[in-house]
């Protein structure tokens, strides 16, 4: 599947769905319990370059739930970066993590999904998930969170 674009000679040029940056959705904390703070999404740049995910966009099932990574954002090469709904909570718990962002403005659910686009609003990767099987359902409410195993395996 890819998106069409139409240029005034009205031919069509195929525009890949998903662009391949390196990026990823590595891991996913939702409807955690009390003591955990709210949802976060952990991105990791597995490459040997710096990338700037500035004006990237990370939506989840809802298209009018959309946070906006500030401009300038990079994650360098093999980093990670955190993308929290509230950063004061997430400071409280992670002390000793400092590459984050937020505020998201929405959270995440139980059978949702995480979409991570660039600036010009390409698919970069998508996590969807769900609460039941084969789903595992220890992250829902019990603090646990879905983790990539190897970014070469997204």
């Known amino acids: 599947m890819g998106l069409f674009y ?6 069509i040029t195929d525009i890949p769905f998903s662009i391949n940056y390196g990026v990823v959705i590595n891991e996913i904390n939702y409807l955690s319990f009390n003591d955990f703070p709210e949802d976060w ?3 990791h740049n597995p490459t040997n370059k710096t ?13 009018d739930h959309v946070f906006t990574i500030p401009e300038n954002t990079i994650i360098s090469a093999n980093d990670f970066v955190v993308l929290c709904k509230d950063i004061t909570a997430f400071e409280n718990l992670f002390p ?5 962002i937020g505020d998201l403005g929405f959270g ?3 059978g949702d999904q995480v979409r991570l686009f660039d600036s010009n609003g390409l698919l970069v990767d998508k996590v969807k998930y769900d609460e039941e099987y084969p789903w595992p359902i220890h992250p829902d409410g019990t603090a646990f969170t879905l983790a990539l195993i190897h970014p070469s395996l997204n």
């Open 51 to 63: 990338i700037d995910i500035g004006l990237w966009t990370l939506k989840d099932n809802n298209n």
């Open 108 to 110: 995440l659910g139980g």
């Open 41 to 43: 999404v952990e991105l």
């Open 6 to 11: 139409f240029s005034c000679e009205n031919t």
């Open 96 to 100: 000793e993590v400092n590459n984050y």
